[in-house]
């Protein structure tokens, strides 16, 4: 979905947005949670791992110092043209690709996929597809690593969401191996919640192969 297509279906225009520099959500580094995951798991790295909505690639970035083959995409063609940028002036390798996370067909499907600030900032519509777009992009037995931004604010972006809802969304397809409140941004400080989930062989309550 390219952005006038995203705005004549009532979405935010990203494009638009980043073209003018009204970027709030823009903090200039990677969420404090995912740098405090990653310094705290060494032995995950050579794995490989999506960053949807990935922005300027704070996050993408982070990955790939930790010794993941990252990849980020976003539906702003300036926010790729940033993130590729901001990666070549810092000597790291990463792929940035231009396209809907939520409807496209993944390149590969990836070990990792890596939330944070997509979920909320999408209409809660659409919730659902992003769902199925995470089981598509992501491995059989792969990792689903989320920073959720738990406010009541349903008038967004961003869009609030609870762990009740979360939990009735991903448990049928995920475990949920762990759990925990972040370290955040001063402005979120408390209001993060971190999930990480496992994606199950066969969904829960489905008997069958996994295949």
């Given at each position: 979905?390219?952005?006038?297509?995203?705005?004549?279906?009532?979405?935010t225009?990203?494009?638009?947005?980043?073209?003018?520099?009204?970027?709030?959500?823009?903090?200039?580094?990677?969420s404090?949670g995912?740098?405090?995951?990653?310094?705290?798991?060494?032995?995950?790295?050579?794995s490989?791992v999506?960053?949807?909505?990935?922005?300027t690639g704070?996050?993408v970035?982070?990955?790939?110092?930790?010794?993941?083959?990252?990849?980020?995409?976003?539906?702003?063609?300036t926010?790729?043209?940033?993130?590729?940028e901001?990666?070549?002036?810092?000597?790291l390798?990463?792929?940035?690709?231009?396209?809907?996370?939520?409807?496209?067909?993944?390149?590969?499907?990836?070990?990792w996929?890596?939330?944070?600030?997509?979920?909320?900032?999408?209409?809660?519509?659409?919730?659902?597809?992003?769902a199925?777009?995470?089981?598509r992009?992501?491995?059989?037995?792969?990792?689903?690593?989320?920073?959720?931004?738990l406010?009541?604010?349903?008038?967004?972006?961003?869009?609030?969401?609870?762990?009740?809802?979360?939990?009735e969304r991903?448990?049928?397809?995920?475990?949920?191996?762990?759990?925990?409140v972040?370290?955040?941004?001063?402005n979120r400080?408390?209001?993060?919640?971190?999930?990480w989930?496992?994606?199950?062989?066969?969904?829960?309550?489905?008997v069958?192969?996994?295949?």
């Open positions: 979905m390219d952005a006038q297509n995203s705005q004549a279906n009532g979405e225009d990203w494009e638009t947005r980043y073209q003018a520099k009204d970027m709030p959500w823009e903090k200039g580094e990677p404090p995912l740098v405090d995951f990653l310094a705290a798991h060494p032995g995950l790295s050579g490989t999506c960053v949807p909505g990935c922005g704070h996050d970035r982070a990955w790939a110092r930790a010794g993941f083959s990252a990849m980020g995409c976003d539906i702003a063609p926010a790729i043209q940033l993130a590729e901001r990666t070549h002036a810092e000597g390798v990463a792929a940035f690709r231009l396209g809907d996370f939520l409807s496209d067909e993944p390149p590969e499907r990836f070990d996929v890596f939330e944070h600030t997509l979920y909320c900032a999408i209409n809660p519509n659409r919730r659902g597809d992003y199925n777009a995470v089981l992009w992501l491995k059989r037995g792969g990792d689903y690593l989320a920073v959720n931004y406010i009541p604010d349903q008038d967004g972006p961003p869009f609030g969401t609870i762990r009740q809802e979360l939990w991903f448990s049928p397809h995920f475990e949920l191996l762990s759990e925990w972040p370290r955040s941004y001063p400080a408390g209001l993060e919640l971190m999930l989930w496992r994606r199950r062989s066969v969904p829960r309550g489905v069958g192969d996994g295949k």
